[in-house]
Each structure stands twice: as structure tokens, then as C-alpha cells.
């Protein structure tokens, strides 16, 4: 009988069903079966802010298993890993993405534009922070940390004491909660993190045989969409206090398939917002991202992005918030 391959997980509730699904889905492509491998991250063990808690925080520890051989592949929110390739480690599958856009839970089934001034907003990214006062609706604005259960609870629990909360669409319906979605945020008004809502399955290079095996759940489009994004992300080598935003679409164009990608830097306060876009074919995907961010440095992103929020190239600054 074949052993179980082992599938290394953050333990909190969303990556469990993320990992669940990734679990069930290589069985029922390969017939192979998935075994979860519970792995607590420095991340777990924090309740620091996300964006004071490091690159990779959320990720090394499941890379060290990897290294360590205790797991043979794992599940990350793709959003969580530094731009940086870790060695000796592939990306062997991008499976479909989940709907990469930000949702908000409201009191009373509010929208955002409901919310009167003064609401009180909570959120973990300083992405969501930025875009939410460069709409100027004089919102208060709250960094927030916790599970999905945690923050939603803020708003709908029994001692709720915020207005609203602004998380992952993805992260929502992967737990069957999409119902207390009060609106999902047009990327007009809040473009997402890079590779928000797409996940990683991750194995060491030197398992030919498991590359091979994984890659049936890679999905083409998700693939070409997150590179596109992780290219702009990467090029501009922002740092933990640095707000970016991107979102890349394939569509049908007048010679095939495109890839759109829209690309924004912002600056905390929401005072600076660039936004810009381009596109070009999904085979680009990667020189898309670059030339995205090129043109925003141009105008001024680096100004915005800091010297004292630029850590270098690899670095990123999202955490698990969804």
C-alpha cells in the first residue's frame, strides 16, 4: 500500500480548508493519499502586527519542514511567500485562483458607501489602510489581528465594537462564510494584494517524481495572473510599510488571450495614490509585472515606497489576512 504523502499546514482554520482542498484534490486526480501535517509558524505564535512581523513569517517554518523532510509538499496562500525564490524549493502548482477581491462585513448589511463618517473600520494590511483614507470618506480606521472568526466577530459577535471589517473574499467563502459578506469592493475602490486568493503547493525540486505528480493541479491562468502580479511586487522591492496593490485578469482579446493587469502604490495616509495599467499576452506575464512597475517608479512610487520601508530585493509585505 502506498504511504501517505504528508502535506505540511499552518493549523488555523482557513489554512486547514485550504489544505483540505489541495489535499482532496491530489487524491482525486492521482489516487495518492494526503495525510495534513500541522506546522506552527512565528506567525501563529505572534499577535504583532502583521507588517512588523517580518518576510516569511508565516511560511519559513513550513520551508524548514521541507528542508527537514518531515512533510513532502506544502500549502501556502501564495500572497504570504517573499518574491525571493527559496532554494532548492518549486512551485509546483498554482490551482485555480479563488475571486482575488476584498470583501467588507458590516454591521446592519451595510455597503461601504453607507457607512456614516466616523465608522470605525478594522483591518490587518496597510494596502486596505491606504486605499480605505485615500477614498476620503473619513472612515477611522483600525489595524486589527486575528482569525477570520476573531476580526468577523468584531463586527457581528456578541461584544462586537467596529462598524465593519475589510478581509480576503477568498478566505470568506473557503470557509463557507461568504453569506455575512456585506459587499464585495470593486478593485476600483480596493485593488487587491498580490496573489490574494491564489495558493501555492510547494515540494522540493529534487522529488522529480512529486513535481510531476503535483503539477496536475496547476491551473494555466492563475499561474500567469500571480506572476504578472509578483513581477510588479518583486520590481519594486517593497518593504513592510510600503502599500501595493495588483490584479491581473485574462480575458479574450482581439488576437487571443490577454493578460490586464492594473498595478498601484499608496501612500498610508491614502494622501499619494498610483495607479496604473498594461497588458500584453499571458506568456509576457512576468515582463508585464516588470514594465508595470517601472512606469510607476517613474512616477514617483519610490518616493512613496521609502528608503525606510525598502528592505531589498525579495522582500514583501503582506501577511496572512485574509
Known sequence: MTAPLRLGTR???LAMAQSSHVADAVTAATGRPVE???V????????APVHRLGVGVFVS???DALAARTIDFAVHSYKDLPTAAAAGLHIAAVPPREDPRDALVARDG???AELPPGATVGTGSLRRIAQLHALGMQLGVTPIRGNVDTRVGRVLGPEADLDAVVLARAGL???GRAGEITETLDPMLMLPAPAQGALAVECRIDDPDLVELLAVLDHAPSRAAVTAERALLATLEAGCSAPVAAYAELAEGDFGEEIYLRGAVISPDGSRDLRLSRTGTPADAAEIG???AAELLELGADSILGHDGHTGPGTQQFGSTE
Not at 506552527?40 to 505572534?46: E, H, I, L, N
Open 110 to 112: 451595510r455597503t461601504l
Open 11 to 13: 493549523g488555523s482554520a
Open 290 to 292: 516588470k514594465a508595470l
Open 40 to 47: 506552527v509558524t512565528a506567525g501563529d505564535r505572534s499577535s
Open 61 to 63: 517554518a513550513l520551508r
Open 173 to 175: 467563502a473557503r470557509l
Open 36 to 38: 495534513l501535517v500541522e
